[in-house]
């Protein structure tokens, strides 16, 4: 068997014959990762990264997710400029122009009537002129403009009506668009949610898995009544684990500016963590806003 000694640093200076006498005793596989440089089937730890460091990689992601969350947030339409545009194009605006205009001329009508009965008494005051005499002068001097006002009513009941109508529609399509704006919004929630959970189990070691398994023991303790030893150390370690990733979560949140209480589920949480994300605040979760003590690891 012949060996190329170059490829094993840890064997620099033996000969072959020494070298595979070493490799045969077992003592081979540390020497073949000496110098940093791996042998045919060894590691080089080197390269291998840490659990610490490989976690504070996938924050990465998360910040990415946060902006995609923000962009999406800041190119939506706000409700106010929805209602506008659509007002716009139903004419609102020139429906209520016509409205108020026809609203001026009943008034200025309004006014005229009011002023025919002081006019006709003022000017038959000499005159031999019998009560129904007087009436009749009125009611003559004000048939036109009754006509005039009641044609001017119709045509603002009519406007008024299709305003309202309008309007009643346009809120509803601004209601459906926020609707829609919502449902675009909440792939983007659950995606920033979701590695906000993950980084969080990961900084934790809580995982889902661990999460069943303190279940499975808590329902064993309730049926039973007891648990064995190992069992009730698995049951306190994985508890501290679950507490852990959950005030890892609740620092989150603060660190979002949200009031947390304390007595917040998890879902309740990462729900407000991802509708604050939603609401296109700045902030950002970076390293140092997780807990990276050793009792983590």
Do not use: C
């Amino acid at each position: 068997m012949a060996i190329d000694l170059n490829t094993y640093p840890g064997y620099a200076g033996w000969g072959e014959t020494e070298a595979l006498a070493d490799i045969a005793a077992g003592h081979g596989a540390g020497k073949m990762a000496q110098g940093g440089t791996p042998g045919a089937g060894g590691i080089n730890m080197s390269e291998v990264p840490s659990a610490e460091a490989y976690t504070k990689e996938q924050f990465a992601g998360e910040d990415i997710a946060l902006q995609a969350l923000i962009d999406r947030m800041t190119g939506q339409e706000k409700p106010l400029d929805i209602f506008e545009r659509l007002e716009t194009k139903a004419g609102l605006p020139e429906m209520r122009g016509a409205a108020k205009t026809l609203t001026g001329e009943i008034e200025g009508i309004e006014d005229i009537l009011r002023g025919i009965e002081p006019q006709v008494a003022g000017a038959t005051r000499e005159s031999m002129v019998t009560e129904s005499q007087r009436l009749g002068i009125i009611q003559a001097k004000a048939k036109p403009f009754l006509e005039r006002m009641g044609e001017f009513g119709t045509a603002l009941g009519r406007i008024v009506g299709r305003i309202s109508t309008a309007e009643q529609g346009i809120a509803t399509k601004v209601q459906l668009a926020m609707k829609g704006q919502e449902m675009e919004l909440a792939p983007h929630e659950l995606r920033f949610s979701v590695l906000v959970d993950r980084n969080a189990r990961l900084v934790t070691g809580f995982t889902t898995d661990r999460g069943t398994q303190l279940d499975i023991l808590f329902d064993k303790l309730e049926r039973d009544r007891t648990l064995s030893d190992a069992e009730w150390t698995l049951a306190n370690t994985i508890a501290s684990e679950e507490r852990g990733y959950k005030q890892t979560l609740q620092k989150a949140a603060a660190n979002a500016g949200i009031d947390v209480s304390g007595s917040e589920s998890i879902e309740e949480l990462l729900g407000l963590i991802g509708r604050k994300a939603a609401e296109g605040d700045e902030w950002d979760l970076t390293e140092e806003d997780w807990d990276w003590g050793d009792e983590n690891w």
